[in-house]
């Protein structure tokens, strides 16, 4: 089976976790209420002491304050994306090690490995808005760079929550374990990435020309049509977020988890990894 086949393959047995479990679904949900939580403390703050989160006053002369306080919400984003998307892998971790996860399980796991996912968030927080930095500094050569830059980092980091929940390793003995993980299963990483990026993108689209279509045979009933039509493709487009969102973390669990085990994982075949991990 060639390295496409096989990482397709991987990306449909998945889907079969997801199915098992899906109130691995709630994960996506539970993080957008958590973000928004977390949005309307920091604009709380930023409303009651004066300082809005930005790095510029309206004369033109720093903020800082506004700038640490907006740098403090993407620390806290970033914290509470890393502390779902842990949630997710350790179930699926789990399911594929033959248990039973629950949302109470998933959830308890995360929290385990809380302080670590809060020390790697700030790093994800400053590495993202140093590069945005330069990015916003640099013309078109340098924006490419910072954008190839970017992807290579996201790359290098994929294992990284796994690396933390399951490894009893430091940030950066954590970010060198993720790198040389990376190495070992560089195919499937990115061939996973971009074929569940490009699957998820797909059924996005459908589900907007779906909306379209409700738009237009609603909208004969007035406003009442036009609302149901947009909660409905509204609805639809969450869910198929949430879906890949938690499809992305069950296939970052089977690709870590025979990478580190060499073991088949139930629902797996010994044809689906055993010639898709090769040492490097």
Do not use: C, H
């Not at 691995?24 to 973000?35: D, F, G, H, N, Y």
């Amino acid at each position: 089976m060639g390295r496409f086949a096989r990482s397709w393959d991987l990306t449909k047995t998945s889907f079969k976790v997801v199915r098992q479990d899906k109130e691995l679904l709630w994960m996506p949900v539970l993080s957008a209420l958590a973000s928004l939580i977390a949005i309307a403390a920091i604009a709380g703050v930023g409303i009651g002491t004066g300082l809005w989160p930005q790095t510029e006053n309206p004369d033109g002369s720093a903020n800082y304050a506004g700038a640490a306080l907006a740098f403090l919400l993407y620390i806290a984003l970033a914290f509470v994306s890393l502390f779902f998307n842990a949630a997710v892998v350790a179930a699926a971790n789990e399911r594929l090690g033959g248990g039973d996860p629950t949302v109470g399980s998933a959830l308890r796991a995360a929290a385990g490995k809380a302080g670590k996912l809060f020390l790697w968030a700030i790093v994800v927080a400053t590495v993202n808005v140093l590069l945005q930095a330069i990015r916003e500094r640099s013309g078109i050569v340098g924006q490419i760079l910072t954008s190839l830059a970017g992807t290579a980092w996201n790359l290098a980091t994929y294992f990284m929550v796994p690396v933390l929940l399951f490894d009893d390793k430091a940030i950066g003995s954590s970010l060198k374990r993720s790198g040389g993980l990376f190495k070992q299963t560089w195919g499937e990483t990115v061939i996973g990435q971009g074929g569940l990026g490009l699957a998820g993108f797909v059924v996005g689209l459908v589900v907007v020309l779906v909306g379209f279509a409700l738009l237009f045979l609603l909208s004969p009933l007035g406003i009442v049509g036009i609302v149901a039509a947009i909660a409905i493709a509204g609805l639809a487009l969450v869910a198929t977020i949430a879906l890949f969102s938690v499809l992305e973390g069950v296939y970052k669990a089977a690709l870590y988890r025979y990478a580190t085990t060499q073991q088949v994982a139930p629902g797996f075949t010994s044809d689906q990894v055993g010639g898709a991990f090769v040492q490097r």
